[in-house]
């Protein structure tokens, strides 16, 4: 049979197979798995990933939202956007002028969530050349948070507000 095996239209013609293979490869391996939770992504319908007991969850767009409304409250701009699979990157850009010769810098910040994979938060300054779309990021030193502990989110909110309120203002 030459049918698309990924066709939407094709069905497993022996669907207890997929449920036995499913089920004995659980079962030879459940001490990976037990006490995890699947991250699924129902668009494809496949599993992203496993998580542990200790992961505490923080989605994009609450990261994001978090970002949005510290940088709103400090007058900086949004600037760009990137997500790649479950791993969002956010830049923010001020109005303020560090160097206008030969060409327009302006201080900002780089945000990065990993909902999977690396699972962290981390923050960095940035300086932006705007004109041609240009970026240097400052390296992230003690700026990385694992998604763990009870208190993530408060420490992931305040490390945004800090670098945000801080960073920047204190050198101007």
């Not at 037990?34 to 319908?45: D, F, H, P, Q, S």
């Not at 997500?83 to 010769?101: A, D, E, F, P, Q």
Request: glycine content about 6%.
């Amino acid at each position: 049979d030459l049918a698309d095996p990924y066709a939407e239209t094709s069905r497993p013609k022996n669907p207890s197979l997929g449920i036995e293979i499913y089920n004995k490869l659980v079962k030879d391996r459940f001490d990976l798995v037990e006490a995890r939770t699947l991250v699924k992504n129902t668009k494809t319908k496949t599993i992203d990933g496993i998580i542990g007991l200790g992961y505490s969850t923080l989605s994009n767009d609450s990261y994001s939202d978090m970002v949005h409304e510290a940088c709103e409250a400090e007058r900086i701009s949004f600037q760009s956007a990137e997500l790649h699979g479950r791993h969002l990157t956010l830049c923010y850009v001020s109005g303020k002028t560090i160097i206008n010769k030969p060409d327009i810098y302006k201080p900002g910040f780089y945000f990065t969530n990993s909902e999977i994979g690396d699972i962290s938060v981390k923050t960095a300054s940035l300086i932006s050349r705007p004109s041609l779309l240009q970026r240097a990021i400052q390296p992230y030193q003690t700026s990385r948070l694992i998604h763990s502990g009870r208190n993530f989110l408060s420490r992931v909110r305040s490390d945004i507000t800090n670098l945000v309120g801080k960073q920047w203002n204190t050198k101007f």
